[in-house]
């Protein structure tokens, strides 16, 4: 996903990272700071004290309430004063989650989403919204399917949704660091982590992939772009499973509709990510046209889809990387040496890596810098607010982790089965070590639920050998099985 850092009071510009395009074929992570080190931690501690060294010590701390801090900067003229709510074609059945978290703890952590506005349902962030695409997901922020006995299921429950706003934060909150300049430094965290889904599109709330006529102060705006917002990549095999739009309409400013840079909470951006989540919309029944109309992510409210994209993305693994939820719920597989080291079970740490390849660890001071650091402290403060544990300091930073989670070996893609291709006999696809477009979930890796998945992609493998050969390098001369 795509890191967005508003400096715009500090520095007046804007800084960025986008995810390593080349680490999604090859599952290639940064494993430039392996150190080698003890962890040792105490699970249950439960750290109410941010940025204090001695974890032992617990004190209550006031988390503060929406109505005490500064208002944020709007943008644009605010939501209309009617509108078609969200809806859900699909009339999911309310989540577990809807028992705890409320629309007034929604209300009370993100007062300024929405460019600074507040929750509102004509717009993309709202509990609304939220509640809808927590229903497709009914093992989010509740006690379903999870197995750890680290913590207890109220913990549990209260550790997933803090993770999941924590990155929510860093990628496109307000990000207000001023905040610091005037308050005390609790009373600035408390408002500077409630301005969380504050930004709409990557660039901001005057994004410069869009036409300076219409920056972004309204969903809408996202229809089009510049160039440099298409985020399109074209490999043989991406274009064959998700080709980018090449549509273009009248305006000088931005001619490209297919615009697949950074959008909804988390930032859902490149082609084979709006592709991969249309992939997932087709299988509950909802057929949207991402590839060609990627501003639906922005604009769809039957239904609401920011969020849902978002959620999606943190439910979802995508092999070598176990989804976000897994690794803070424990449900993944870390190996031999990452166990022994401590990064096993429900942590949070290397969630960062998964979502933007961050490892740097957490500044001494606050509000530190952006990157690991910010999604570190935000979870600290969600989990504080909610009265959950962190878990160990250790594994709040995937800096120590010993093993990159590409470098766990097992197999992580369907591939043609190259034992076989050369045979008189028919094509197939079997499991291989690098990644690809269409995944092999090993059962020792991912949780049950994603290995069903695994006899469908593998016809879907098999059936694009014979639509598109060449993809694969293979043609009827090399490859004999293509005539069978
Ligand atoms: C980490 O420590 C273990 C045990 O002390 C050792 O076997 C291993 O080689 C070390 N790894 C690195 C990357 O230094
Ligand atoms: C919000 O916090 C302020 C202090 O910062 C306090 O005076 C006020 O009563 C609080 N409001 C609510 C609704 O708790
Ligand atoms: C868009 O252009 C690329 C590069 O020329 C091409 O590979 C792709 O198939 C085109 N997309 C569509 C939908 O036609
Ligand atoms: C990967 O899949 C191949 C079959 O394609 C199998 O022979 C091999 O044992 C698998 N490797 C692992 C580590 O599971
Ligand atoms: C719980 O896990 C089982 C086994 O993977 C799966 O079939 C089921 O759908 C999961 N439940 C939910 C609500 O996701
Ligand atoms: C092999 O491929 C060539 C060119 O794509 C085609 O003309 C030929 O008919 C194919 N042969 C068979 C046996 O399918």
Same mark, same amino acid.
């Given at each position: ?15 960025? =990272? ?63 004063? =009617? ?15 809807? =028992? ?144 980018? =739009? %090449?549509?273009?309409?009248? %305006? ?20 084979? %990510? ?49 989804a976000m939820h897994d690794i803070v719920m424990g449900n993944w597989n870390s190996g031999a040496k990452n166990k022994a080291a401590g990064y096993d079970g429900p942590i949070f740490g290397p969630t960062s890596l998964i979502i933007n390849n961050e490892c740097s660890g957490e500044d001494p001071t606050n509000p530190g810098g952006p990157g690991e650091s910010r999604r570190i402290k935000a979870f600290k403060w969600f989990c504080g607010y909610f009265d959950a544990p962190t878990g160990p300091e250790q594994t709040l930073s995937c800096k120590n982790m010993p093993v990159p989670l590409d470098q766990i070996f097992y197999n992580l893609s369907y591939q ?37 998945? %695994? ?30």
């Amino acid at each position: 996903m795509l890191l967005w850092n508003n400096l715009l009071s500090v520095l007046n510009a804007l800084v960025y =990272s986008v995810e390593n395009l080349e680490g999604f074929e090859n599952g290639l992570l940064d494993d430039a700071s392996i150190i080698n080190t003890t962890i040792v931690g105490d699970s249950r501690v439960h750290q109410h004290n941010q940025g204090t060294e001695d974890n032992s010590i617990v004190t209550a701390i006031d988390y503060g309430n929406a109505s005490s801090c500064p208002k944020a900067a709007k943008y644009g003229t605010g939501p209309p004063e =009617s509108c078609t709510e969200p809806t859900d074609p699909n009339n999911m059945p309310p989540s577990e989650l809807e =028992s705890w978290f409320t629309q007034e703890m929604f209300e009370d952590l993100f007062p300024f989403a929405n460019l600074g506005w507040g929750p509102s349902s004509c717009w993309p962030y709202s509990y609304a919204a939220f509640r809808i695409a927590s229903r497709y997901f009914p093992e989010f922020g509740t006690s379903i399917n999870v197995t750890n006995t680290v913590y207890t299921a109220d913990e549990n429950k209260k550790r997933d949704l803090a993770a999941f706003f924590a990155h929510a934060v860093q990628e496109t909150g307000e990000n207000n660091i001023a905040l610091y300049d005037t308050l005390a430094d609790q009373d600035a965290s408390n408002c500077f982590y409630r301005g969380g889904f504050y930004n709409w599109f990557e660039g901001g709330p005057t994004s410069s992939f869009l036409d300076p006529k219409t920056p972004g102060y309204t969903p809408a705006d996202g229809a089009s772009c510049a160039s440099a917002g298409q985020y399109c990549s074209a490999s043989d095999q991406i274009t064959y499973f998700y080709p980018c =739009s %090449n549509a273009t309409i009248d %305006n000088t400013a931005a001619p490209y509709k297919g615009c697949y840079f950074g959008r909804g909470a988390i930032q859902i951006s490149y082609n084979y %990510n709006y592709g991969q989540f249309q992939d997932w919309l087709r299988s509950v029944n909802i057929n949207v046209d991402l590839l060609n109309e990627p501003n639906l992510v922005m604009t769809k409210m039957d239904p609401p889809l920011a969020v849902l994209a978002s959620l999606w993305f943190y439910m979802t693994p995508q092999p070598p990387k176990p989804a976000m939820h897994d690794i803070v719920m424990g449900n993944w597989n870390s190996g031999a040496k990452n166990k022994a080291a401590g990064y096993d079970g429900p942590i949070f740490g290397p969630t960062s890596l998964i979502i933007n390849n961050e490892c740097s660890g957490e500044d001494p001071t606050n509000p530190g810098g952006p990157g690991e650091s910010r999604r570190i402290k935000a979870f600290k403060w969600f989990c504080g607010y909610f009265d959950a544990p962190t878990g160990p300091e250790q594994t709040l930073s995937c800096k120590n982790m010993p093993v990159p989670l590409d470098q766990i070996f097992y197999n992580l893609s369907y591939q043609p089965d190259w034992s076989s291709t050369w045979k008189e006999v028919p094509c197939t696809c079997a499991p291989a070590s690098y990644g690809g477009l269409i995944f092999y979930y090993d059962p020792e890796y991912y949780p049950a639920s994603f290995v069903a998945q %695994n006899a469908y992609n593998r016809i879907k493998c098999i059936a694009s050998i014979y639509a598109n050969p060449s993809m694969y390098s293979m043609d009827n001369s090399t490859s004999p099985c293509l005539n069978y």
